[in-house]
């Protein structure tokens, strides 16, 4: 999985295939390794290697396990990278053999959310506490099977595929959303938070299957629909179903990027109403793309080969280019903005002319109206002038 620090000038990604699981780093200006510590070592991770960079503490989160027990590894990467002070926080949930045992990563608030795939339950990390959340893990909102289980965060709430059934957790009640339509029969890999034609994220999606928040029918164009379905996310052939898929997708404005087919990534703009010009492009068998938080026209991926990516979204090739203009600046000038600040009809004390009331003495000063007389507001009459009685003219 691709993720960036808090100030923008460096991208992590965790790998795990072709040698023993490493957290990387490369400097976002021009692709080169951060330097000293990387790659650093990591205890397992799942298939979809998925993490997430803590800004308040400046700690790297990862699902995995320890050899005994499922949880997530912390590592320190404030400066050259280190294991956290507390390096590994339990869930309390089993291990499997292989990779998934932990897998994937939703942050609502100060909790980060994982699946537990033996338990088939929604594990919980607070990041603040550095201990489990009360009461995890939340048995049936996790999947036992990797192509059909997934989770995303939208609007406060985790949207989870169970075994290709949709839910929707409320981490503020930890149990299932009130007042919506939840479950859903549901897909595949990957879940989708899928923005509106005003950038606002209204629907969430199975890979195919699509719904409103609240569970409800969806509001999506024909379009996409007809585009998500003709592009499925498909097993990748050369590992088996297992395989699919390795990561999630990414929203960025109005455009929703994701993986289809082995090696393939689409893109389709809502506010255009269509397909991403140039798209889909061909990538080696990626892992997860993310939006560049900076620059709308790139994005970023990491595939099975341990290579970070950069395409340019506009032309669809390798290597970010220019990012869009900003946007126009209104200039205001002072004499526009800035009140008259006389009592009479002349310039006023803005030009420099002196006003009658300008600097009322103390004891015509009234006091400020004490909190129970609030409803009682001193104003100047409308079009009143100077000498106006003291107390009118005090505020």
């Not at 990957?190 to 629907?203: F, T």
């Not at 220019?322 to 205001?332: I, L, S």
């Amino acid at each position: 999985m691709v993720f960036f620090n808090d100030t923008r000038t460096k991208v992590f990604n965790i790998h795990h295939h072709d040698g023993p699981p490493t957290l990387m780093c490369r400097n976002a200006s021009d692709g080169s390794t951060c330097g000293a510590g990387y790659p650093f070592s990591l205890y397992h991770t799942s298939i979809r290697a998925t993490g997430y960079y803590d800004a308040t503490t400046k700690h790297i989160w990862h699902p995995t396990h320890n050899n005994v027990t499922a949880g997530w590894e912390c590592v320190d990467v404030s400066g050259t990278p280190v294991s956290c002070a507390t390096r590994f926080v339990s869930a309390g949930t089993n291990i499997n053999a292989g990779y998934d045992s932990n897998m994937d990563v939703v942050v609502i608030g100060r909790e980060l959310y994982s699946i537990s795939i033996p338990t088939g339950s929604l594990t919980c990390l607070n990041l603040d506490t550095v201990a489990p959340c009360a009461g995890q893990p939340y048995a049936g909102f996790g999947g036992t099977n990797e192509t059909t289980s997934g989770i995303t965060g939208i609007n406060g709430k985790v949207y989870t595929l169970v075994n290709s059934t949709m839910k929707c957790f409320d981490p503020a009640t930890k149990a299932a959303c009130a007042g919506m339509q939840w479950p859903k029969a549901g897909g595949t890999q990957p879940v989708l938070a899928v923005p509106s034609a005003d950038g606002v994220v209204r629907n969430v999606c199975s890979n195919g299957a699509c719904w409103s928040l609240d569970g409800s029918a969806h509001t999506l164009p024909a379009a996409f629909i007809n585009y998500i379905n003709a592009n499925n996310v498909s097993a990748l052939a050369a590992y088996g179903p297992s395989y699919q898929m390795y990561a999630g997708a990414a929203t960025a404005g109005t455009r929703l990027f994701w993986p289809m087919v082995p090696g393939v990534m689409g893109c389709f703009d809502f506010a255009a109403g269509a397909v991403c010009p140039n798209f889909p492009i061909t990538i080696p068998v990626q892992y997860t793309v993310a939006a560049d938080p900076v620059n709308s026209n790139c994005v970023w991926t990491n595939s099975d080969d341990g290579v970070i990516r950069t395409w340019d979204v506009p032309t669809g090739t390798a290597g970010c280019k220019a990012p869009p203009p900003p946007p126009p600046v209104a200039t205001y000038y002072p004499q526009a903005v800035i009140p008259r600040l006389a009592c009479d009809a002349g310039p006023g004390s803005a030009r420099g002319r002196p006003s009658p009331c300008s600097t009322p003495n103390r004891a015509s000063t009234p006091r400020p109206p004490s909190p129970s007389r609030t409803a009682r507001a001193w104003r100047f009459p409308t079009g009143s002038r100077c000498p106006c009685p003291p107390a009118r003219c005090s505020t």
